[in-house]
C-alpha cells in the first residue's frame, strides 16, 4: 500500500493545481456552452409523491440523467474528460481503417483456406480480429477519453415519456395497481428540471393463496416448504415474487426427482377485488403433455469416460468400474477412487440438480479436465449419467509481469509457476514457484522511502484429500468438501537498508469447503519457520539497543530463531462477498494461532539477554467482519470492523517474532495515518525535524481495533468516488516503560481511539481496480488530552491541515 506525505510544496502545488482546474471548468467546461438554440442541459430528475413505494428504485428507472457536477459550478470533470477526447477523435479516419483491417483479414482468411496450418497466418488473423473488435468499439463509443467521460445529458423528451412508463410498470408490478404517473419540465437558463408526478393510491394486498394440482407428491413438497415462499398472504402484490417463487418451485422439484419439471408447467390465476384492494392467488401445476403426471426419475446407470487429446491414444483404453460407476480412461493415468469421490450421486437415488451441478464444480476443482459435461438419457423413468471430460495439459508454466505496492512506492515484480497435474496419478499437483520482487516501503528508521528487494522460492505438492485420517472410506466421506493437503517447502529472502532476513519453511496445511464456497476452512498443522537476520546496520542496530535499554526487548525478535506454530482460519462469505456489482454482501474472518506449542514438552530455557538463538511462544487470535450494502445501483454503504490479540507466553520473556505483531495505520487500516506508525494507545512517538507528523518508527503492537465505514458511489464512465471514516488504534498488553501510554486500560482505551476522514477517487477498469484516498486526522490520540481534536488545523488557509495532518493513499482493489 503506498502512503505517501505530502510536504509544504506539495502542498502549494495542488491548491494551485486545484484553482487553475476549478477556474478553467468554470470559464472553458461550462455544460450549457455552444448549447443549440432550443436544447435543455438536464439539470435534475426529482420525484414527487413516493410514500410506500421504494424511493431509490424508482431513481434507477431514469433514462436520462444529469451530469456529475463539480460542486459550486456548472461543469462536470466527465463532461470535460469527453470533450477532450472527442477533440482527437476522427470518425471518418476509424471507418476507414476498419473498413481497411476486415479486407485484409479477409485476404488472410482466403490464405488460409489453402494453408490451413500457417502460424504466421494464424497469428496474423487473430491480431487483426482483436484491431477490428477495438475499432468497432471506438466507432460505437469513441475511444479511451470519451469512453472514460460521458457526454453532455441533454433533455430529450422522448426519454423522458420512456421513464413515466418504465415507472408506471413498476409500480402496477410492486401492486400500486390504480398509480399513475405524470411529469413537468421546469426551464431556466439553458437548463432543465424535471419532475415525476407519482400518485400511489393504495396497494394491493394478497388476501388467500391455493395451489391447484392433483400430484399428491408435488402437493407434500410444496406444503413442507410453505414457509420459504416468496408469495405470501397480507403482503403487498410484487410480480418479481412470483417469478422468484417459479424459480424456487422449479430447483425444489428438479431436487428431488422430478427430472423433466420446469417453471413453464407454473401457471397463476389471479382474481383482483377492486373495493377491497386484494387480490385472491390461484397456483396452477399443469400436467405434462408426455405423461400422465410428474415422475420422479432415478439414476439407474454412471459412466465416466475421459476422451483422449487425439487418435493416437484410441487403442490404448482401459476399462474398470469402481463404486457401481463405469470409468473409460484413455490410458491408465487416474484414480477412480479420487474421481469417484466428487460425484455427489450415486446409482439407484432420485434424480438431484443440485448434486449434478455440485459434481461438476467439485469436478472442475481438482484442475485435472479442460472442460466437465454431464449429461442423460432417459428410459421411462430411468436416467443413465453420462460424465464425459478431456484431460488438460500435464505441464503449464505461468509467468506474471506486475506491479506491487506494499508502503510507499509501487515496485515491479516477476513470478514464474511451473504445475505438474496428476504427479502420482492420484490428482497430486507438484507446484514450483519462484518471485522476484523490487519494492518501495516505508522505512523502519526512517520516513523515507527506499527500495526493498525481495526473493522467495517454494515447492508444493498439493493433494486433493486429506492426508489423514487415512481409513478407507475417508475420500469418499469428505469428497463433496473439495478437500486438499498442500505440504509445501520454501525460502524467503528481504534485503532492506536496516537488515536482511532470510527464512526456510516448512508447511502441511488442510484446506475444505462447504458447498458454493459458503464457508472455506485452512488448518495448518505445522507451519515451521528457520529465520535469521545475518545484517544489521549500525543505526537500526542502535535503536534497538536504545529500546532495549528502556525495558523494550525488541532486539530479541531478530535473533536466529525456530519459529513453529499451528493455526486455523475460518471464513465465512454471505451471498458472494468480493463481487460489488451483486445485492448486499458479508464476510466474516476468524484466526487462531498457537505458536511454539511443542515446546511446552521441552526444557527450554527463556529469552535472555545472553541468550544467541531464541525461542518464542505465542497466542494469537483475529475476527475480521466486512459488510457491504447497496443503496441504489450506483450507490453503496461498506464497513469494516477488525479485532485482534496476540499473547507471548513462557518462554518468550514477552516478545513475539516480528512478523506476529500487528501495525495501525496505512492504505487498508487507518488511512489518516503513515503505515505502521499509529499508536500504540495515547503514545507520542519521537517526531522528526520534518514537523508534527514525522513519526520515525514502526509501532509494533499486541492488540488492534479498527473499524472503517465508506459511502461508495459511480461517478462516470470508470471513475467512482468514495466518503469514509476509519476509527481505530493498536496497544500493547502489560506496560512499556519505553512507550508510555502505549498499555491497554478499561478505563481509558475510548479515549484513545485515533480517528480519520477522507475522500477517495477510484478507476475500476473491471479487471483491476486503482485507488486513490486522500485522509486527513480528525482525533490524534497522542496529543495530549483535551487538544485531541485536530480537524480545526483545517482552514481556507490551510486546506490540508498542518504539515503530515494529510495523508495520500495509493493501492490496487479496495481497501476492504
Known sequence: MLSIRID??????????????????????????????????????????????????????????????????????????????????????????????????????????????????????????????????????????????????????????????????????????????????????????????????????????????????????????????????????????????????????????????????????????????????????????????????????????????????????????????????????????????????????????????????????????????????????????????????????????????????????????????????????????ARVGYEGVASATDQGVYQSKEFGASASVIFPRFLIPFYGKSLQKYGRYNPNTRTQLGYNFTNRPEYTRSGLNGLLAYTWATRNKRQQYTLNLADINYIRTPNITPEFLAVLTDLQDQGNNLIWSFLPSLVSSVSAQSIINFNEYGDFNSSKASLLRLFIESGGTTLNLFNVKDITETTTYANFQWLKLQADFRRYEPITPKQTIAYRVNFGIAQPYGISAGILPYEKYFFAGGGTSIRAWQARRLGPGSYTPPIGEKGRYDYSFEQPAEMIFETMLEYRRALFGYFDMAAFIDAGNAWVIGIDNSRPGADFRFDRFYKEIAIGAGLGLRMDFNFLVVRLDLATKAVDPSMPEGNRWVLDNISFRNLLGVKGQTVLNFGIGYPF
Open 8 to 433: 509544504s510544496a506539495i502542498l502549494k502545488f495542488t491548491k494551485y493545481i486545484l484553482f487553475i482546474c476549478v477556474l478553467w471548468a468554470v470559464q472553458a467546461c461550462s455544460l450549457s456552452k455552444n448549447l443549440p438554440e432550443g436544447k435543455y442541459v438536464l439539470n435534475s430528475n426529482t420525484l414527487e409523491g413516493v410514500e410506500k413505494a421504494n424511493h431509490a428504485q424508482i431513481e434507477g428507472l431514469y433514462f436520462q440523467e444529469p451530469n456529475t457536477k463539480i460542486p459550486l459550478t456548472n461543469s462536470s470533470l466527465g463532461v470535460s474528460i469527453y470533450r477532450i477526447g472527442r477533440f482527437f477523435y476522427d470518425s471518418a479516419q476509424v471507418n476507414s481503417k476498419l473498413k481497411s483491417k476486415n479486407l485484409e483479414l479477409q485476404l488472410v482468411k482466403e490464405r488460409l483456406d489453402e494453408a490451413t496450418d500457417d502460424r504466421k497466418l494464424l497469428k496474423r488473423r487473430d491480431k487483426l480480429q482483436s484491431k477490428i473488435q477495438d475499432l468497432e468499439k471506438m466507432q460505437e463509443y469513441g475511444n479511451f477519453l470519451m469512453r472514460t467521460g460521458n457526454p453532455v445529458a441533454i433533455l430529450d423528451s422522448s426519454q423522458t415519456k420512456k421513464t413515466v412508463i418504465e415507472i408506471d410498470n413498476y409500480l402496477y408490478n410492486k401492486g400500486f395497481l390504480d398509480s399513475e404517473v405524470s411529469f413537468t419540465v421546469e426551464t431556466k437558463k439553458k437548463k432543465a428540471n424535471v419532475i415525476y408526478i407519482i400518485e400511489e393510491k393504495e396497494p394491493y394486498l394478497l388476501d388467500s393463496i391455493y395451489t391447484n394440482s392433483t400430484n399428491e407428491g408435488i402437493l407434500s413438497l410444496i406444503n413442507s416448504t410453505e414457509d420459504e415462499s416468496y408469495i405470501k398472504q397480507g403482503e403487498y402484490y410484487d410480480q418479481s415474487n412470483f417469478t422468484k417463487e417459479r424459480e424456487r418451485l422449479e430447483n425444489l422439484f428438479k431436487n428431488n426427482g422430478y427430472f423433466m419439471f420446469t417453471k413453464s408447467f407454473i401457471d397463476y390465476n389471479l382474481y383482483y377485488d377492486t373495493t377491497s384492494k386484494r387480490i385472491n392467488v390461484e397456483q396452477r401445476i399443469l400436467k405434462p403433455s408426455f405423461s400422465v403426471k410428474h415422475e420422479i426419475y432415478s439414476i439407474d446407470s454412471i459412466t465416466f469416460k475421459i476422451s483422449p487429446p487425439n487418435d493416437e491414444f484410441v487403442d490404448e483404453k482401459v476399462i474398470r468400474n469402481y463404486r457401481d460407476i463405469d470409468f473409460t480412461f484413455y490410458r491408465d493415468r487416474f484414480s477412480s477412487k479420487l474421481l469417484s469421490s466428487r460425484i455427489l450421486f450415486d446409482e439407484g437415488q432420485p434424480y438431484n440438480r443440485l448434486n449434478i451441478v455440485e459434481t461438476q464444480k467439485q469436478l472442475s476443482n481438482l484442475d485435472l479436465f479442460r472442460y466437465i459435461n454431464i449429461s442423460f438419457d432417459t428410459v421411462g423413468t430411468s436416467l443413465t449419467a453420462k460424465i464425459l471430460t478431456q484431460p488438460n495439459q500435464k505441464y503449464q508454466l505461468t509467468n506474471q509481469l506486475g506491479l506491487s505496492i506494499t508502503e510507499q512506492l509501487p515496485g515491479p515484480f516477476f513470478s514464474t509457476v511451473l504445475r505438474n497435474r496428476n504427479f502420482f496419478r492420484a490428482g497430486e499437483i507438484l507446484e514450483f514457484n
